[in-house]
C-alpha cells in the first residue's frame, strides 16, 4: 500500500519531479516568447488524517489489497499511481462513492486492456453499474461481436473483453442503444444504414438494401447519359446534361435535339412521353391541345396536359391563375402524389415539376416548354423527338419508321380526344406571306430585331440560341395576323424567354417593339391530368 503521508503534500506525479511549474518549464522552448509564469498558487492540500482514512482497504485500500478481487492484476498493471490519485481525489471530493468507483474502474480497465483477470468486485450495494434498457451489466462484457455492425461484415474485434453493459439475449448494440435484432441497419465501409433504406456503393456499380441481418445486394449501371457521383457520402447517378423542346406562336417547334419545324394541326397530340428505355425511368406523357385564332389556317398552343395519373387542372381564360384542380376552382401552387408532381405559379408562368427531373412552363397562350434530364436519352418519343442528339432521326412514328412530311407525322402523334373537328394540315390553301410583307414585317419595326446578323436588344443572344426559326416564325404569324401587336410581342417575348434560360443577357427590346410589359403573357387555359 501507497503511504498516506506522501498524498498530504502532492497529488500523484512521477518520481523526480516536483512542483507544476518545475515539471512544465523544461519543457518550454529556450526562444518561447511567452513571459515566464508566475508563482502558481500552492496544491490543494488533504489533510493526514484523512489520507489515512481513504487508504484503507473499504476505500481506495481496496486497488491494493493482495486478498482482494484485484490481486491478479498488480503484476501486470502497478496500482500504486491508481491508489495515489484515488486516495488525493476522494480527499478533495469529499469522499464521494463516485470518485472512488470511477477510481476502481479506470484501473480495472487498464488491467483489462493488458489481459488480466479480475474478479467480480461490483455489488448491488457497492459501486453497483446501471445500464440501459435491454441490456445488463457483465463483468467481461462483449460490446463487439453483439452489434448491428458484426452482423453485414466479420468483426474486427480486440482479444480483451472489458466489463460494461451487453446487451440480453434477442438484442444488439446499434451503436445507440441495444434493440431487436430484426431492428438492425447495416454497417457498409463503415457507414450505417437503417432498415430498407437503398444505397448504390462501388461508383454505382451496386445497388444494396439493408435487410434485418443481412444485406443483399445487386448489380446496377447509371443510365447511359449519366455519372457516379458522391453526395451525402453515397453514390448517386447524377444526369450528364438537360434538354429542352419547346413550342411557340403557330406553332414553330424546337425538339430536343434542336430540329425547328412548323405544324399546325388543331388536335391534341403527344409532345413528349416515355416511350421503352429502362423499367427505372418514371413514367409520363405532354401532351397540347392547339386552336384557331381567327385564321383557319394556322392554329396556337391552346391546351398542355401533362400525364401522371395524379392531377387534372383546367384553368379558366378569365382566371389564368385560378386553375380547377379535379373540377374544383384553387389557386397555385398545388401539390399531388406527397409531393412527386407540383405546379406552382412563376413569372407569368404556370411551372409544373416532378421529382424525376421532368419540367413542363406554359405561358397561358403562346409558348410551352419541355424539359427533361439526361437519364431520359434516346427514351422519349413525340413531336419533340427522342433526345439522342442526334435531330436527324426526331420525325419518327410510333413505330419507330421515319416519316416524308410533317403533316402526316405530326398527325401520327394524336390522341383521342372530345373535338371531332380538329384536323392534322390546314384546309384549302395553305396560307403563304406575300414578299412585300415579308421584307415589311422582317423589318426594325416588327421582327428585325430577331433577323440573324441583326444588332439590337437580341444580338448578344444570337451566337447562343439561334434566331432563324424564331425570325421566320414571327413574320409569317405577324404576316398572318395583319401586322398585329398581340401577335409580334409574344413572338418576340418567345426569343427572349430561350436567351434568358440560356443565361444570356438581352437588351430592352420592348421599347424598341413598343410592346408594354404583359403583352406576351396572355390568358388561356392550362390542364394538367
Same mark, same amino acid.
Given at each position: 500500500?501507497?503511504?498516506?503521508?506522501?498524498?498530504?503534500?502532492?497529488?500523484?506525479?512521477?518520481?523526480?519531479?516536483?512542483?507544476?511549474?518545475?515539471?512544465?518549464?523544461?519543457?518550454?522552448?529556450?526562444?518561447?516568447?511567452?513571459?515566464?509564469?508566475?508563482?502558481?498558487?500552492?496544491?490543494?492540500?488533504?489533510?493526514?488524517?484523512?489520507?489515512?482514512?481513504?487508504?484503507?482497504?473499504?476505500?481506495?485500500?481496496?486497488?491494493?489489497?493482495?486478498?482482494?478481487?484485484?490481486?491478479?492484476?498488480?503484476?501486470?498493471?502497478?496500482?500504486?499511481?491508481?491508489?495515489?490519485?484515488?486516495?488525493?481525489?476522494?480527499?478533495?471530493?469529499?469522499?464521494?462513492?463516485?470518485?472512488?468507483?470511477?477510481?476502481?474502474?479506470?484501473?480495472?480497465?487498464?488491467?483489462?486492456?493488458?489481459?488480466?483477470?479480475?474478479?467480480?468486485?461490483?455489488?448491488?450495494?457497492?459501486?453497483?453499474?446501471?445500464?440501459?434498457?435491454?441490456?445488463?451489466?457483465? @463483468?467481461?462484457?462483449? %460490446? *463487439?461481436?453483439?452489434?448491428?455492425?458484426?452482423?453485414?461484415?466479420? =468483426? #474486427?474485434?480486440?482479444? $480483451? /473483453?472489458?466489463?460494461?453493459?451487453?446487451?440480453?439475449?434477442?438484442?444488439?448494440?446499434?451503436?445507440?442503444?441495444?434493440?431487436?435484432?430484426?431492428?438492425?441497419?447495416?454497417?457498409?465501409?463503415?457507414?450505417?444504414?437503417?432498415?430498407?433504406?437503398?444505397?448504390?456503393?462501388?461508383?454505382?456499380?451496386?445497388?444494396?438494401?439493408?435487410?434485418?441481418?443481412?444485406?443483399?445486394?445487386?448489380?446496377?449501371?447509371? @443510365?447511359?447519359?449519366? %455519372? *457516379?457521383?458522391?453526395?451525402?457520402?453515397?453514390?448517386?447517378?447524377? =444526369? #450528364?446534361?438537360?434538354? $429542352? /423542346?419547346?413550342?411557340?406562336?403557330?406553332?414553330?417547334?424546337?425538339?430536343?435535339?434542336?430540329?425547328?419545324?412548323?405544324?399546325?394541326?388543331?388536335?391534341?397530340?403527344?409532345?413528349?412521353?416515355?416511350?421503352?428505355?429502362?423499367?427505372?425511368?418514371?413514367?409520363?406523357?405532354?401532351?397540347?391541345?392547339?386552336?384557331?385564332?381567327?385564321?383557319?389556317?394556322?392554329?396556337?398552343?391552346?391546351?398542355?396536359?401533362?400525364?401522371?395519373?395524379?392531377?387534372?387542372?383546367?384553368?379558366?381564360?378569365?382566371?389564368?391563375?385560378? =386553375?380547377?384542380?379535379?373540377?374544383?376552382?384553387?389557386?397555385?401552387?398545388?401539390?399531388?402524389?406527397?409531393?412527386?408532381?407540383?405546379?406552382?405559379?412563376?413569372?407569368?408562368?404556370?411551372?409544373?415539376?416532378?421529382?424525376?427531373?421532368?419540367?413542363?412552363?406554359?405561358?397561358?397562350?403562346?409558348?410551352?416548354?419541355?424539359?427533361?434530364?439526361?437519364?431520359?436519352?434516346?427514351?422519349?418519343?413525340?413531336?419533340?423527338?427522342?433526345?439522342?442528339?442526334?435531330?436527324?432521326?426526331?420525325?419518327?412514328?410510333?413505330?419507330?419508321?421515319?416519316?416524308?412530311?410533317? =403533316?402526316?407525322?405530326?398527325?401520327?402523334?394524336?390522341?383521342?380526344?372530345?373535338?371531332?373537328?380538329?384536323?392534322?394540315?390546314?384546309?384549302?390553301?395553305?396560307?403563304?406571306?406575300?414578299?412585300?410583307?415579308?421584307?415589311?414585317?422582317?423589318?426594325?419595326?416588327?421582327?428585325?430585331?430577331?433577323?440573324?446578323?441583326?444588332?439590337?436588344?437580341?444580338?448578344?443572344?444570337?451566337?447562343?440560341?439561334?434566331?432563324?426559326?424564331?425570325?421566320?416564325?414571327?413574320?409569317?404569324?405577324?404576316?398572318?395576323?395583319?401586322?398585329?401587336?398581340?401577335?409580334?410581342?409574344?413572338?418576340?417575348?418567345?426569343?427572349?424567354?430561350?436567351?434568358?434560360?440560356?443565361?444570356?443577357?438581352?437588351?430592352?427590346?420592348?421599347?424598341?417593339?413598343?410592346?408594354?410589359?404583359?403583352?406576351?403573357?396572355?390568358?388561356?387555359?392550362?390542364?394538367?391530368?
Amino acid at each position: 500500500m501507497g503511504k498516506p503521508e506522501d498524498i498530504s503534500r502532492k497529488p500523484h506525479r512521477p518520481a523526480g519531479r516536483g512542483p507544476p511549474r518545475a515539471f512544465g518549464d523544461p519543457c518550454r522552448p529556450p526562444a518561447a516568447p511567452c513571459p515566464a509564469p508566475r508563482d502558481c498558487p500552492s496544491p490543494p492540500q488533504c489533510r493526514p488524517e484523512l489520507a489515512e482514512t481513504y487508504g484503507q482497504e473499504r476505500f481506495c485500500g481496496f486497488l491494493t489489497s493482495p486478498q482482494g478481487p484485484l490481486a491478479a492484476c498488480h503484476a501486470l498493471v502497478s496500482p500504486s499511481g491508481y491508489f495515489d490519485d484515488c486516495v488525493f481525489d476522494l480527499c478533495l471530493g469529499g469522499g464521494n462513492q463516485d470518485i472512488l468507483c470511477n477510481s476502481i474502474h479506470a484501473y480495472v480497465a487498464a488491467c483489462q486492456a493488458a489481459g488480466g483477470t479480475v474478479q467480480p468486485w461490483r455489488s448491488d450495494k457497492f459501486c453497483p453499474l446501471e445500464c440501459p434498457p435491454n441490456s445488463h451489466y457483465e @463483468l467481461c462484457a462483449d %460490446t *463487439c461481436s453483439l452489434g448491428c455492425s458484426a452482423l453485414s461484415a466479420p =468483426p #474486427n474485434c480486440p482479444g $480483451t /473483453c472489458s466489463e460494461g453493459c451487453q446487451c440480453d439475449v434477442g438484442f444488439v448494440s446499434d451503436g445507440r442503444a441495444c434493440i431487436p435484432l430484426q431492428d438492425c441497419g447495416c454497417y457498409v465501409d463503415g457507414r450505417y444504414y437503417e432498415p430498407n433504406q437503398p444505397v448504390l456503393l462501388h461508383n454505382c456499380s451496386q445497388e444494396c438494401t439493408c435487410r434485418p441481418g443481412q444485406d443483399p445486394c445487386q448489380a446496377v449501371t447509371c @443510365l447511359e447519359q449519366e %455519372t *457516379c457521383q458522391v453526395q451525402n457520402g453515397q453514390g448517386v447517378c447524377v =444526369p #450528364n446534361y438537360q434538354a $429542352t /423542346c419547346w413550342l411557340w406562336g403557330d406553332p414553330h417547334y424546337h425538339s430536343f435535339d434542336g430540329r425547328d419545324f412548323d405544324f399546325q394541326g388543331t388536335c391534341s397530340y403527344v409532345l413528349a412521353a416515355l416511350c421503352g428505355g429502362p423499367s427505372s425511368l418514371p413514367a409520363f406523357t405532354v401532351t397540347t391541345k392547339n386552336e384557331n385564332r381567327g385564321n383557319p389556317s394556322v392554329s396556337y398552343v391552346r391546351i398542355v396536359t401533362e400525364a401522371l395519373g395524379h392531377l387534372s387542372l383546367t384553368p379558366p381564360p378569365a382566371v389564368p391563375f385560378a =386553375p380547377q384542380v379535379n373540377g374544383v376552382l384553387t389557386t397555385l401552387p398545388v401539390s399531388e402524389a406527397g409531393g412527386r408532381l407540383v405546379v406552382s405559379q412563376g413569372p407569368g408562368l404556370a411551372v409544373l415539376e416532378t421529382d424525376f427531373g421532368l419540367r413542363v412552363t406554359y405561358d397561358w397562350n403562346w409558348r410551352v416548354e419541355v424539359t427533361l434530364p439526361s437519364s431520359y436519352h434516346g427514351a422519349v418519343c413525340g413531336l419533340c423527338g427522342n433526345m439522342d442528339k442526334d435531330p436527324t432521326n426526331d420525325m419518327a412514328f410510333p413505330n419507330g419508321t421515319l416519316a416524308s412530311s410533317i =403533316p402526316s407525322w405530326g398527325g401520327s402523334w394524336r390522341v383521342p380526344e372530345w373535338d371531332p373537328f380538329c384536323w392534322d394540315e390546314c384546309h384549302g390553301n395553305c396560307p403563304t406571306c406575300e414578299e412585300d410583307k415579308k421584307e415589311q414585317y422582317g423589318g426594325p419595326d416588327f421582327c428585325g430585331p430577331l433577323a440573324p446578323g441583326a444588332g439590337g436588344p437580341f444580338s448578344a443572344c444570337h451566337a447562343h440560341i439561334k434566331p432563324d426559326p424564331f425570325f421566320t416564325g414571327c413574320v409569317l404569324d405577324v404576316c398572318l395576323g395583319g401586322g398585329s401587336q398581340d401577335i409580334l410581342c409574344p413572338a418576340l417575348a418567345s426569343y427572349a424567354a430561350a436567351c434568358q434560360a440560356a443565361g444570356i443577357a438581352i437588351g430592352d427590346w420592348r421599347t424598341q417593339a413598343k410592346c408594354r410589359e404583359g403583352i406576351g403573357v396572355g390568358g388561356h387555359s392550362m390542364s394538367l391530368l
